[in-house]
């Protein structure tokens, strides 16, 4: 079992209970309905890779007071019963008949009154993660009770991270750095990027990762095509920049950074967008305050890959960071959420280099009274080559 | 980029979508709208681990004769074009005011008549990949067209394999065969559960997978308590029974698959059960045939176990495989799903042991006209014991 390892204390978990019950109030929430791997983990500590196979659905419910209720399949019963949940309700999943519904239905007409509001995420960045159909049956069972969108009162709660969170956190990001010191031995001139991409994940499970659940990259002359590409088998030439991005797990944290090489040599257009990304970055690390909003880091970090001449590319420049890849909010001109302490965040200026090309760089911070914290090590501030 | 390994050739995407629009003819449907990694790839050939974001969401449209649309965040735009298609529409995701939904609504509504019918996967093993507020909004945008489920149009073509996915399965499933040959080499007494998970995902990244999407597993005294739990750090003990079950994917295609170690010894019950398991996988092996429904496949699994004086444990008996760790049918005794030629199967068969735990036993096969070819290398026919 996988107490010692992935569970946090009690009073953590309560903690974020009692955090969401006053966020629910403010929203005159009853209930709140988790469905996601992310909220079920937060509010439960119930970790597993299960969330792989869609064939079943997972519910847990927040009272306005009280201790959380899971309603779960019956194969998830006895992991759950590690975790500091402990009305736990089960149905034998798969069931074509009726896949949780009517249990789900009956605990929260107990939890809810039939004037009162259950909350579900249904906003930016939100899954319900169940079949819609159910959610159509289940929003007729629940009738007259009103059913409102709890985006916001979950994501003012999740997004401030507790230090145990950001332990976890910069736990994820040092072994993605060691993984990015072995770089050099793994990638190279003539070495093809499918070989790079799995002798990495081998680097960062060696590391210390307990899986590996993103890895993208890319590869190309000066810059790279895209950023979301999985590897082809192309050999790296000399004079390719070569981008490696991680988003590895520990204890249920992600980390998400890259890490820029040139093969053999770089040319000096390059090397100063490179020199331009790594300023920008540092501009941010330097005059980041709490107090700021989201559209203000995309516009310090533009303004600087502007100012050395340098034009920027990619929508968003980073975003929020934690039991997910990415979490709100997102550092582009639209969104004007207040950047809050505790925050922990990407930054991730882009900049378009030639062909169409591109070339990002990328670090994890978590924002103090004072100013960002680095989770990651920082970037080399010139572009590192390999041979 | 990507397209040497993991895309398809066009005919086997044109026949996708050609059976897709014969499916969606007798369901009287104009356009299909497909939001998950799973339908999104077996129609265009887009994969991406990006995916892992839940940030923006994804559309691609199938309409009733033509080639599919995609409507895409920009980010995707290079990578989808490097698939066979063509018509791709993309808007500056994530948008906060409308994060492509006006796109979205423009493209049905030209797409599907106002008298016309929108399908949408809705049931069982569905999930709607977008914000619930956002398809809230687009219903009322594409009215008064019908939107209805499409869940069986779509499972009645992905759950028949073409010969080049049962070629991909097929290669997940020789390649986790030999992460599984190492475990003697990984795995035996004393050594925690924690490294054992990590050096076998390191094995099968080694034996070729391009990620590990599922490991989970378990040991204990002659069986585990549960079969979805990440690893522990308590070292194996001396009559330990070990299960590793992974979800290794590559070009895009799962296997899953378990096997079974006894640490230094196993006892005669623990042997017993394992023979058990082996016998009713080989009834099913044996005795398969299209036509039969999954319900069958239960009853002969449980009726085997029984017939050898073991008490069969778990709901779900198998299911199907390949674009996702588990797909539709499932081998229950509530599934009447007709088994048909080409379908990817998993037989797993489980039992109680002794203190409420279990141990179970899976094979990886396609359904051919005349039964069962095995996918995965037989597991050993008596218990391999660990050193």
Same mark, same amino acid.
């Given at each position: 079992m996988s107490e010692a390892r992935h569970a946090f204390a009690v009073p953590e978990h309560q903690r974020r209970c009692a955090a969401l019950q006053t966020s629910m109030q403010s929203a005159g929430m009853d209930a709140l309905l988790l469905t996601s791997p992310a909220d079920i983990f937060y509010v439960t500590g119930f970790l597993t890779r299960f969330w792989e196979s869609p064939a079943r659905p997972w519910f847990v419910l927040v009272p306005a007071s009280g201790a959380p209720v899971a309603v779960i399949p019956s194969i998830g019963e006895k992991l759950m019963g590690t975790t500091w949940i402990s009305d736990i309700r089960t149905w034998?999943?798969?069931?074509?008949?009726? !896949?949780g519904i009517s249990l789900l239905a009956d605990t929260l007409c107990a939890m809810v009154p039939q004037k009162g509001r259950l909350g579900i995420p249904m906003g930016p960045e939100t899954h319900l993660r169940m079949p819609l159909a159910d959610f159509l049956h289940l929003s007729d069972l629940l009738a007259p009770r009103d059913i409102s969108d709890a985006t916001r009162v979950i994501q003012q709660v999740r997004e401030i991270k507790s230090e145990v969170e950001v332990d976890r956190i910069r736990a994820s990001c040092r072994i993605a750095g060691t993984a990015f010191e072995r770089v050099p031995d793994i990638a $190279?001139? $003539? #070495?093809p990027l499918d070989h790079v991409f799995r002798d990495f994940q081998v680097a960062l499970l060696a590391a210390g990762? !307990?899986?590996?659940?993103y890895l993208a990259g890319g590869a190309g002359? $000066?810059?790279?095509?895209?950023? #979301?590409s999985p590897a082809g088998a192309d050999p790296l030439r000399a004079g390719d920049l070569l981008m490696l991005d991680t988003g590895a797990v520990r204890q249920g944290y992600f980390c998400d950074f890259d890490r820029n090489f040139a093969v053999r040599h770089a040319d000096d257009g390059t090397r100063r967008t490179y020199d331009a990304l790594w300023a920008a970055t540092q501009t941010v690390l330097s005059d980041l305050r709490p107090g700021m909003r989201a559209s203000d880091v995309h516009s310090m970090l533009t303004g600087s890959l502007r100012a050395s001449g340098v034009t920027p590319g990619g929508g968003r420049l980073g975003h929020g960071l934690g039991i997910t890849l990415t979490e709100w909010p997102s550092f582009t001109p639209l969104d004007h959420s207040e950047l809050r302490a505790g925050m922990v965040l990407t930054i991730e200026p882009g900049a378009l280099t030639s062909g169409g090309r591109m070339m990002v760089h990328e670090e994890n911070i978590v924002l103090r009274d004072t100013g960002p914290e680095l989770l990651t090590a920082r970037a080399p501030a010139t572009l590192p080559v390999l041979d």
């Open positions: 034998d999943a798969p069931d074509p008949r009726d !896949d $190279g001139y $003539g #070495i990762a !307990d899986w590996v659940s002359p $000066g810059g790279y095509d895209d950023v #979301i």
